[in-house]
């Protein structure tokens, strides 16, 4: 089917209370599970390629934006394609030639009068050329010397009116929070500050989402869509799993040279790591695809 437009997955799911899935792909192996594991778990879903999965690339997005794009128009769930956590003004602007309809650019880390102003301009190149624009805001830092704290720093934390009046001021489409989550996690246990995101619910008008997720728990994951979490970005998970995969193959077969067999582990490792996350979200209904058998 044609590739989906990342604005249009996530207009329906907030339309109906849910969340769309977004997993970080680096390489094509991952691009191919995730689209497999959301044809089993019968849903829609995102694939995003991160800045710093550009640079893994040589600096180069389109070999890997337009592999990812082709599964997605090979899928049998809709698919779109997302430029994750972009700092880079010249890389944002690369998105459209390379098959993005939407991007986050991240410039969370500057103090709040030039983040505002940076996601402004994004907003505004973006939507002039159709595209949709994510954008982070967490504490903001700099005060009596201070550098500013990161969005996902221990301890950092999305302020409502400020977010209120961040998405005013930018335009922005939808707005990552700041709720307790931090990206890289091997554990899953961060606690996420619910009391705090039905008040980020309340005041921002646009969609939110949650960085960081491999971190939060099947439970923890459940009830921030339920308040009000309409994308859901996974990365770290899909590595465990794909590491984890080819460790054991290896570790079984130590003579083997073949990269086929072992990323094939992989990325059935993957597979079903997607469509079991996919499962505990309240997603689009999720109808399995006859045959398929999850591995994990």
């Known amino acids: ?8 997955l996530i207009a329906e799911a907030d339309a109906r209370q849910r969340a769309v899935a977004a ?20 849903s829609p879903v995102i694939l995003q390629i991160s800045e710093n999965a550009v640079a893994y690339h040589r600096g180069r997005p389109a070999p890997l934006a337009r592999a990812a794009a082709e599964v997605a128009a090979q899928a049998a769930v809709p698919v779109s394609l997302h430029l994750d956590h972009v700092q880079s003004t010249e890389l944002l602007h690369r998105a459209a030639d390379c098959g993005f309809s939407s991007a986050m650019f991240d410039a969370a880390r500057l103090p709040y009068a030039e983040n505002l102003a940076a996601t402004r301009a994004a907003v505004v190149w973006a939507h002039e050329r159709g595209l949709w624009l994510e954008a982070e ?11 500013p704290l990161d969005a996902h720093a221990p301890g950092a934390r999305t302020d409502p009116e400020e977010a209120r009046s961040f998405v005013a001021a930018t335009g922005v489409d939808a707005l990552a929070v700041a709720v307790g989550t931090s990206h890289a996690m091997t554990s899953r246990d961060a606690v996420i500050d619910h009391a705090l995101l039905s008040g980020l619910r309340e005041a921002v008008p646009v969609p939110l989402v949650l960085h960081g997720s491999s971190g ?6 459940s009830r921030a869509v339920a308040g009000g979490i309409r994308k859901v970005n996974i990365g770290t998970a899909l590595n465990i799993a794909m590491t984890g995969a080819i460790r054991e193959r290896l570790a079984r077969d ?3 040279v073949d990269p086929r067999r072992y990323l094939a582990d992989g990325r059935d490792a993957m597979a079903a790591t997607v469509a079991r ?16 058998t999850s591995s994990e």
């Open 1 to 8: 089917m044609p590739i989906a437009a990342t604005g249009d």
């Open 23 to 42: 997993f970080n792909v680096i390489t094509l192996e991952h691009a191919e599970a995730v689209a497999e594991g959301a044809e089993a778990a019968g």
């Open 137 to 147: 805001l967490g504490q903001v830092g700099g005060k009596n010397g201070e550098p």
């Open 216 to 221: 939060a728990s099947d439970e923890e994951l």
């Open 254 to 256: 130590e003579r083997s």
């Open 277 to 292: 996350m996919i499962s505990l979200l309240p997603c689009a209904s999720a109808v399995p695809r006859p045959g398929w």
